[in-house]
């Protein structure tokens, strides 16, 4: 969930980061994303915007230049989001196997629904195949970030970084999407009629 606004917070650093690294030096590198996240974060604030985007942002690359400061490698810097994908791959098909698909369970719970979908095998399918997608874009960005980080491929795994970011979430958000509205109308369609009202005809005198 953050939308465009978490793309965009998330992308941004890293635009920055490799060019400075190259240019400048890993410590101005870092200095340097740190200082576009943080006045992303500002600039939400200051318009009065959701800031749970440039939050996760900002804290990201506040971790991902830990391990770069840590290691004194740049390549780090991916480190933290490349087995944070495996974890998310994870969990995101351990709930299809137990018939809680993620997907339906954030979806539902942001909107404050109660998870009553389950019991409605369309609403389930619908959400199961959405999670799904997002744990194929997850697995896919830790394979092959993975193996450009084994091959020091610093440059390569930014660029890599961004265009599994835009592309690939804005296929699974549309597979959402279309879950969203199927299980919605599953739902509706699984709901009982409500019981016509029958109005008692008036006795007559007797």
Do not use: C
């Given at each position: 969930?953050g939308?465009?606004?978490?793309l ?6 890293i635009l ?7 240019r400048f030096?890993?410590m101005w590198?870092?200095i ?5 996240a943080?006045?992303?974060?500002v ?6 915007e959701n800031?749970?985007?440039a939050?996760s ?16 490698d740049?390549?780090?810097?991916f ?5 944070m ?6 969990v995101f098909?351990i709930?299809?196997v137990?018939r ?7 979806w539902r719970g942001?909107?404050g ?6 019991m409605v095998p ?5 959400y199961?195949?959405a ?9 896919a ?7 450009l980080y084994d091959?020091?491929?610093t440059n390569?795994l930014?660029?890599a970084?961004i265009?599994?970011?835009w592309?690939?979430t804005?296929v ?5 999407v279309w879950a ?9 369609d699984?709901?009982?009629?409500p019981a016509?009202?029958v109005?008692?005809?008036?006795s007559e005198?007797g």
């Amino acid at each position: 969930m953050g939308g465009l606004g978490g793309l965009v917070s998330s992308t941004l650093p890293i635009l920055v980061l490799i060019p400075v690294n190259n240019r400048f030096g890993l410590m101005w590198a870092l200095i340097a994303s740190l200082t576009v996240a943080i006045a992303i974060f500002v600039w939400r604030l200051a318009r009065r915007e959701n800031l749970q985007p440039a939050i996760s942002g900002l804290l990201g690359v506040a971790i991902g230049a830990a391990f770069a400061l840590f290691t004194g490698d740049a390549k780090a810097y991916f480190l933290y989001g490349i087995w944070m994908s495996l974890i998310f791959a994870v969990v995101f098909i351990i709930s299809v196997v137990v018939r809680w698909p993620m997907v339906g369970v954030a979806w539902r719970g942001v909107n404050g629904h109660d998870m009553t979908w389950r019991m409605v095998p369309g609403a389930r399918r619908a959400y199961a195949w959405a999670t799904i997608a997002w744990s194929l874009v997850f697995l896919a960005r830790f394979l092959v970030q993975r193996n450009l980080y084994d091959a020091d491929a610093t440059n390569a795994l930014a660029l890599a970084r961004i265009a599994m970011g835009w592309p690939l979430t804005g296929v699974a958000a549309l597979l959402t999407v279309w879950a969203v509205r199927h299980a919605s109308k599953a739902i509706e369609d699984a709901s009982p009629e409500p019981a016509d009202s029958v109005e008692s005809a008036p006795s007559e005198p007797g």
